[in-house]
């Protein structure tokens, strides 16, 4: 079913006091990521089918608290910080993930934040390649 963006943002923000939902920015596809990654409060990824996002993984990087669907790649590096960040595909799940992140106090997006970064430091490109290779070699 089609769903406009439109659609989802007023769902999405539906019961969000104003102080914050006119903080709220749904921005599409970004050309300059480092200069993007400073302004985020949130980063909000409920994919259908993206198996490895690395729009999350730059945010994680970034410390940004992020929220994922149960059906990405990346929900694993969420579930070993706070499965509360992670939700299903459908609307409400989602909203009730967005209600909780915006929720958090200054202390918990401080941890949340710390710990994302952290979990990052073993994702060189090549520790990930090597990781890559030992597992095909296992399907061999």
Do not use: W
Request: glycine content about 6%; some cysteine; aromatic content about 6%.
């Amino acid at each position: 079913f089609p769903v406009t963006i439109t659609q989802v943002k007023d769902h999405l923000l539906n019961g969000v006091p104003p102080h914050i939902s006119n903080r709220i920015r749904f921005l599409g596809g970004i050309d300059d990521i480092p200069a993007a990654l400073e302004s985020y409060d949130l980063c909000l990824h409920p994919s259908r089918g993206d198996a490895f996002p690395t729009s999350t993984l730059e945010c994680f990087a970034a410390g940004i608290p992020t929220i994922v669907s149960d059906v990405t790649g990346t929900k694993g590096f969420i579930s070993a910080l706070d499965n509360a960040l992670i939700c299903g595909t459908d609307v409400a799940s989602v909203t009730k993930a967005l209600h909780y992140a915006l929720s958090m106090d200054a202390e918990k997006r401080k941890k949340l934040s710390n710990d994302l970064k952290a979990s990052m430091i073993d994702c060189t490109i090549n520790e990930s390649l090597d990781r890559f290779r030992k597992l095909v070699s296992q399907l061999s």
